[in-house]
């Protein structure tokens, strides 16, 4: 990576940043962490370490195409245009060899090939910046100046995630993050519970120009309701969806888009079934043609199931949806309840009834005028401010180590103290 000169006033020691993911780089929808990197990198080296395997694998297509890639990543790495999204000018993907066991006998040697992957930023001479979106970190946070947690589900709750793992790490860190930041109420108080004594609630944003610019006047649009994300069966309301597409034959059409259950389960026999009811799901899209898709429907959909681990999530879909002018009706997840409850451009359902009804009241496109209301309160809410309070953040870490200590930080290859 080639730094850039600093810009004027800023510190002459840049912080290199180690990003840990939950996800692979090339994962087909974008997440918070995906968006962050992109963030940091505008001012900061960044190295993002792909997901080092939470979940339990399973022996099917999914999991070894998934291993196939990741060794030949970890042989030949990335190249800087992905097949989803490009590789920032200032970020590296490591992919790390690992046994996606986090219990005895497989930490050490884990460990041991962890600290390999990323020997680079370990012997940065610079301030080393550990950014965490997961707390199975293996002890890195020993080589940083500077540990931030940023914790966007309550990831112990989620079927087939090693919740043993999970938990040791977040009690552990508990003890060494600088700082930790949660992306909703509910994931604040788990983590307060837990021990962190310095947690910044930041729920999701959205790349939400992107969906601006493919938004439609209402002339151009149709009674559409559409669902976009990862079609799981520990997220969504499956007879929520049924419902409603029986609910809309005649009425609008009801559209699904995103990768099939990419978190582990099932979900082909009710796609199969939402499709004998009329409803049509488009695949994959990337991030321009969901927008152009978006900018041509009425009502975007939340229909997620409320259950432990949907307590804590923050839909940035949200958002997206708003930027592309379409009414937000969701199921009553606490995240979302509380935004409803500042906007009447959301709509948080109090039962499945009520849900399907919200949907058919809105399904005829709305006004030119709605529809710009809707886009401009979701300009408050996109990844342009929130990179910038984040990448300030990052300036402002080895600053704050340096007053602690009373001095400069430490020298490439040690371990903090």
């Not at 918070?32 to 960044?46: K, S």
Request: charged share 20%; glycine share 10%.
């Amino acid at each position: 990576m080639t730094t850039p000169p600093s810009p004027a006033g800023a510190e002459s020691a840049q912080p290199t940043i180690l990003v840990l993911g939950t996800a692979e780089w090339n994962s087909q929808i974008a997440t918070n962490q995906h968006y962050v990197v992109r963030e940091l990198a505008r001012d900061f080296d960044t190295y993002f370490v792909e997901s080092l395997g939470l979940r339990r694998v399973r022996l099917d297509s999914k999991d070894v195409t998934r291993i196939a890639k990741r060794l030949r990543h970890s042989v030949v790495g990335h190249e800087k245009t992905g097949t989803y999204r490009p590789i920032p000018e200032r970020a590296k993907v490591i992919s790390p060899l690992i046994v996606p066991i986090h219990q005895a006998p497989t930490r050490l040697p884990n460990r041991l090939l962890l600290e390999r992957a990323v020997a680079e930023w370990r012997r940065s001479p610079q301030p080393r910046i550990l950014w965490t979106f997961t707390p199975v970190t293996y002890g890195l946070e020993q080589y940083a100046d500077f540990t931030l947690y940023h914790c966007v589900d309550i990831l112990q709750a989620f079927p087939g995630i090693d919740a043993s793992a999970v938990s040791v790490g977040e009690r552990n860190l508990a003890h060494r993050a600088d700082l930790t930041i949660g992306t909703s109420g509910a994931v604040t108080a788990h983590l307060t519970d837990v021990g962190f004594t310095e947690v910044l609630t930041l729920p999701n944003v959205a790349d939400i120009g992107v969906f601006f610019a493919g938004s439609r006047p209402a002339a151009e649009r149709r009674s559409a309701a559409l669902f976009a994300g990862n079609l799981s069966p520990h997220k969504l309301d499956f007879e929520l969806l049924r419902a409603l597409a029986t609910a809309l034959q005649g009425h609008g059409e009801l559209l699904l888009a995103g990768p099939i259950a990419a978190g582990g389960g099932g979900f082909d026999r009710e796609l199969a079934e939402l499709e004998r009811l009329g409803a049509r799901y488009l695949g994959v899209l990337t991030l321009d043609q969901l927008a152009d898709v978006a900018g041509t429907c009425s009502v975007g959909l939340i229909p997620y199931a409320l259950n432990e681990y949907t307590a804590g999530v923050s839909p940035l879909k949200c958002y997206e949806y708003l930027s592309s002018g379409l009414n937000v009706v969701s199921t009553a997840i606490p995240d979302v309840a509380q935004a409803a409850a500042r906007t009447d451009q959301i709509v948080a359902a109090g039962s499945a009834d009520d849900f399907v009804r919200r949907v058919l009241d809105t399904i005829r496109p709305a006004g030119d005028d709605i529809i710009a209301a809707r886009v401009g309160y979701a300009g408050d809410f996109g990844w342009s401010g929130r990179g910038g309070l984040l990448r300030d953040i990052a300036h402002r870490m080895p600053r704050r180590v340096r007053d602690a200590v009373g001095g400069p930080t430490s020298g490439a290859g040690e371990q903090r103290g």
